[in-house]
């Protein structure tokens, strides 16, 4: 079914432009790795090479059945003798269970710790409004907080060019003061998100998407040089296909705030609908136009986004923007 959503304040857009906002994540929890060659057995696991997690530099991967089926999206942190997973509330129980499956013949402990949480800090003064021991340059780049060692940040932006995750144990966390930064609810946190353009887990694609068509090699998730891991059979295979490739792609355009909208592709025969946009926000970024801009993502065919004149949005309107989702590197 098509999506409504209510349209965003346009307050929300001055905070992010001039200061910063935070959101607990509650759709996103921790799960712990460690023991003796517990990176070893991960990088046989995972879609990303282990390699390149260093104590200062992050990663994003996948974790995939043995037959390339995604299980869930991953960001690893290196907390020394352990490994910090962020992954999907949803999903981790799945990722425990997946991790613990082929463990044998090693000394692990893998688990959910729910005593930990994530918080999201997104606007132009993220980085400026919390003390941390070195700036956040990179992508998935970490470093820990001044006066709080055991909470690291993590570089991500998600609803604006700059941002972080603050990740720690929630007991922890609270002792931070972020009144300074209005506090945002998840709703709202998601619609910004996808007025930036970041496709969510599992609004915005799922298990059932393969693990390429969310954008995996964009978002710098997954590795074609590094050994053997569980689905890389899979992942190989589609990387060379040379046809029906699809990817997930941030729309714009402009319509009446009350519509509910799919992408439809106009041709000379009948329009046909092509897609059905998985996340929908929209605001008045110029309160003097009155202009209604409008924002989606959704899950599109490559040779169709190659010839954009002949999308439509509800078979009449003008995509204004079609951009294919991919990591913000600012």
């Avoid at 609803?159 to 609810?185: H, M, V, Y």
Wanted: with cysteine; aromatic share 8%; proline share 4%.
């Amino acid at each position: 079914m098509p999506i409504h959503s209510v349209p965003l304040e346009t307050s929300w857009l001055e905070t992010l432009n001039n200061g910063a906002l935070h959101c607990l994540r509650e759709d996103l929890s921790i799960v712990k790795i460690s023991g003796e060659n517990h990176r070893q057995y991960l990088q046989g696991q995972l879609t990303q090479d282990l390699s390149k997690l260093t104590p200062d530099q992050g990663i994003y991967s996948l974790i995939l059945t043995p037959q390339g089926k995604v299980i869930a999206p991953l960001w690893l942190i290196d907390a020394g003798s352990e490994t910090i997973i962020v992954t999907p509330t949803c999903q981790a129980i799945a990722v425990v269970e997946r991790l613990r499956q082929f463990s044998l013949g090693y000394t692990l402990r893998i688990g959910w710790v729910r005593s930990m949480a994530i918080y999201a800090i997104q606007g132009s003064q993220s980085d400026q409004r919390i003390a941390l021991h070195q700036p956040l340059l990179h992508p998935y780049q970490t470093t820990t907080l001044k006066h709080h060692n055991n909470i690291y940040a993590f570089k991500i932006n998600e609803a604006a060019n700059n941002g972080l995750w603050l990740i720690g144990n929630l007991s922890d966390l609270e002792t931070i003061n972020l009144s300074a930064l209005p506090s945002i609810d998840h709703a709202t946190f998601m619609q910004l998100c996808t007025r930036f353009g970041t496709p969510n887990f599992p609004t915005d694609w799922d298990q059932q998407t393969a693990a390429l068509y969310a954008n995996l090699i964009e978002y710098h998730g997954v590795s074609f040089t590094k050994g053997c891991y569980t689905g890389q059979e899979i992942i190989s295979r589609m990387q060379w296909r040379v046809t029906n490739k699809k990817h997930l792609y941030h729309l714009t355009w402009y319509a009446d705030p009350s519509e509910a909208f799919v992408v439809d592709s106009i041709t000379q025969e009948s329009p046909v609908t092509v897609a059905i946009l998985t996340s929908h926000t929209s605001m008045v970024e110029d309160e003097r136009a009155g202009d209604h801009h409008h924002y989606g993502i959704a899950l599109l065919a490559d040779d169709l986004v190659h010839r954009p004149e002949q999308l439509r949005i509800n078979q009449t309107v003008l995509i204004h923007s079609l951009h294919r989702c991919q990591l913000d590197s600012r």
